[in-house]
């Protein structure tokens, strides 16, 4: 064993966790501390989140890098690995599990809200089949920035405590520094939990794990007449608001297997994922979804194909006759649409400066979204100088440029303000409401890319950082920052992530 020096404060170990997954039987489990590496080091410490989640800030930052490579596990911490099964690519696979994930517990935040604080990258756990349940400083630093970002921009997600180097080479195509990121959810517990068990036939465990999240995620709905419905109903709600609200910045998840579908409604994985430059629904980023599966306009029915997937573990549930059970789910998923497209519409006003509805309004987004697929535009920029162009059409010089044939947007701009005046409100008022859900800065790809090898190549982190900072704040203008709203020159554009696996 590493000797591990004794804390000069003892309040680094102060974590007061209570962990409610570490009570439930023994089948949901296995327990396993994190293996030790060799000289871990802090790349980053989210202190916010540290404070949020009541820890102290100031111990963690002397002293995290112990904690946080899994050296020292903090008292009270109950470390397991989750079971889970899923379906990878449309093949189930009936079991995963935390293969590189190790979970110390969880504790209550500042807010009274039960958070999962789990290391990515620990070693090796029961789940880990012929991986070494390391991950490479790279992912690490990938799903640091785009949970944070994700966060900054107000959609649900795991979130980043920290970060660390562990001093040890991992093995994958190249020899790359490991690392560790900590991550922070409102739970685990996956579309692939439940089909764990399922796919085992032990309905027992599946009803104690829906119990287990309708108490942990959606207490409201206990007394319902039909909980199990009900519950199932408020996964179908919040993956399906989920999902329109990835559309809305242009994220592209790209491995929405079941086991990367969290019941809580939280965007979790960040393996392949990337925000799209140039508009394209049929964008792909990742290197192994050949086939397109989770290309960026398939994501709203990949989502509804995990739903399915997730009542065929809890239709038992619903009824006990199996034909009203059936239709019960049937009816259940189907209502997945018309959240979805009300939320993604209600969310596409938004972008294009409308406060009320009208008819025509779908007509209207399609048309500018099919003129930016055509003029090559870059979502995220054309969006933001949209918001210039509703406070002053002498903006839309600035906003033509976006597009390969700038003339082609200039009849969607006369139709857009002939439904804009219909609305009598002021300019000014439109622009400042549309710059609040039109983000300046998102991670984009080529500034990840460049992040990481920066970090990796030159131990350098001075790119993550800024590229943390930025995107903290992603709806203000930062002067001197403009370069992280361009898009990639041709040569810095990145075609493919990796899972990093
Ligand atoms: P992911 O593609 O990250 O969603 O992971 C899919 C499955 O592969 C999960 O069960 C992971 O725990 C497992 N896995 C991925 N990478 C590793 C690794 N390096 N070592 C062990 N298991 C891994
Ligand atoms: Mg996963």
Same mark, same amino acid.
């Given at each position: 064993?590493?000797?591990?020096?004794?804390?000069?404060?003892?309040?680094?170990?102060?974590?007061g966790f209570d962990n409610s997954y570490a009570r439930l039987p023994q089948q949901f489990f296995a327990r396993v501390d994190p293996t030790p590496v060799a000289e871990p080091w802090l790349i980053?410490?989210?202190?916010?989140?540290?404070?949020?989640?009541?820890?102290?800030?100031?111990?963690?930052?002397?002293?995290?890098?112990?904690?946080?490579?899994?050296?020292?596990?903090?008292?009270?911490?109950?470390?397991?690995?989750?079971?889970?099964?899923?379906?990878?690519?449309?093949?189930?696979?009936?079991?995963?599990?935390?293969?590189?994930?190790?979970?110390l517990g969880e504790v209550i935040d500042r807010n009274g809200k039960r958070r999962d604080i789990q290391l990515k990258g620990p070693g090796q756990t029961p789940f880990s089949r012929r991986g070494d349940g390391r991950a490479a400083l790279g992912p690490v630093l990938r799903e640091y920035i785009v949970s944070e970002a994700m966060f900054a921009l107000g959609i649900p997600t795991t979130r980043a405590l920290a970060a660390v180097v562990t001093g040890?080479?991992?093995?994958?195509?190249?020899?790359?520094?490991?690392?560790?990121?900590?991550?922070?959810?409102?739970?685990?517990?996956?579309?692939?939990?439940?089909?764990?068990?399922?796919a085992r036939g032990d309905m027992a465990s599946v009803k104690v794990l829906a119990d287990y999240a309708i108490d942990r995620h959606y207490p409201d709905i206990k007394d319902d007449a039909r909980p199990y419905l009900a519950f199932y109903k408020a996964v179908?709600?919040?993956?399906?608001?989920?999902?329109?609200? &990835?559309?809305?910045?242009?994220?592209?998840?790209?491995?929405?297997?079941?086991?990367?579908?969290?019941?809580?409604?939280?965007?979790?994985?960040?393996?392949?994922?990337?925000?799209?430059?140039?508009?394209?629904?049929?964008?792909?980023?990742?290197?192994?979804d050949q086939g397109g599966r989770y290309a960026y306009a398939s994501q709203p029915a990949i989502g509804q194909w995990n739903l399915a997937r997730l009542a065929e573990t809890l239709v038992p549930l619903f009824?006990?006759?199996?034909?009203?059970?059936?239709?019960?789910?049937?009816?259940?998923?189907?209502e997945y649409g018309a959240i979805f497209q009300r939320h993604w519409l209600d969310g596409m006003r938004r972008k294009i400066g409308l406060a009320t509805s009208e008819d025509g309004d779908l007509d209207l987004v399609q048309a500018l979204l099919t003129a930016m697929h055509k003029g090559e535009a870059d979502f995220t920029l054309t969006f933001r100088r949209?918001?210039?162009?509703?406070?002053?059409?002498?903006a839309d010089?600035?906003?033509?440029?976006?597009?390969?044939?700038?003339?082609?947007?200039?009849? &969607?701009?006369?139709? &857009?303000?002939?439904?804009?005046?219909?609305?009598?409100?002021?300019?000014?008022?439109?622009?400042?409401?549309?710059?609040?859900?039109?983000?300046?800065?998102?991670?984009?790809?080529?500034?990840?890319?460049?992040?990481?090898?920066?970090?990796?190549?030159?131990?350098?982190?001075?790119?993550?950082?800024?590229?943390?900072?930025?995107?903290?704040?992603?709806?203000?203008?930062?002067?001197?920052?403009?370069?992280?709203?361009?898009?990639?020159?041709?040569?810095?554009?990145?075609?493919?992530?990796f899972c990093g696996t």
């Open positions: 064993m590493n000797y591990v020096p004794p804390s000069p404060t003892g309040n680094v170990d102060a974590f980053k410490l989210n202190r916010p989140l540290a404070d949020e989640l009541g820890l102290d800030v100031a111990a963690l930052e002397r002293e995290g890098a112990e904690i946080f490579s899994g050296n020292r596990v903090p008292s009270g911490a109950d470390p397991l690995a989750m079971a889970y099964a899923g379906h990878q690519f449309g093949t189930f696979v009936p079991q995963l599990g935390d293969g590189r994930a190790i979970l040890q080479p991992v093995y994958r195509e190249q020899i790359l520094p490991g690392a560790i990121v900590t991550r922070v959810a409102a739970s685990h517990m996956r579309v692939g939990t439940f089909q764990f068990f399922a179908v709600a919040r993956q399906a608001e989920l999902i329109a609200r &990835w559309l809305h910045v242009g994220f592209i998840h790209g491995v929405m297997n079941t086991d990367n579908m969290t019941i809580s409604g939280e965007t979790i994985d960040f393996g392949p994922c990337a925000f799209m430059d140039s508009y394209d629904p049929r964008k792909v980023f990742s290197s192994i009824d006990d006759d199996a034909g009203t059970a059936v239709d019960l789910a049937n009816d259940a998923l189907g949209l918001c210039d162009s509703a406070r002053d059409p002498s010089a600035t906003l033509n440029t976006s597009f390969s044939m700038p003339e082609a947007i200039e009849p &969607w701009l006369h139709d &857009w303000r002939q439904r804009l005046a219909r609305e009598g409100i002021a300019s000014e008022e439109r622009a400042t409401a549309m710059k609040a859900v039109n983000p300046a800065y998102i991670p984009r790809n080529h500034r990840i890319e460049q992040a990481i090898v920066a970090a990796t190549e030159d131990a350098d982190f001075s790119l993550f950082e800024a590229l943390v900072d930025v995107t903290a704040r992603p709806f203000d203008d930062q002067p001197g920052f403009a370069a992280y709203q361009a898009p990639p020159e041709p040569q810095e554009e990145v075609q493919r992530t």
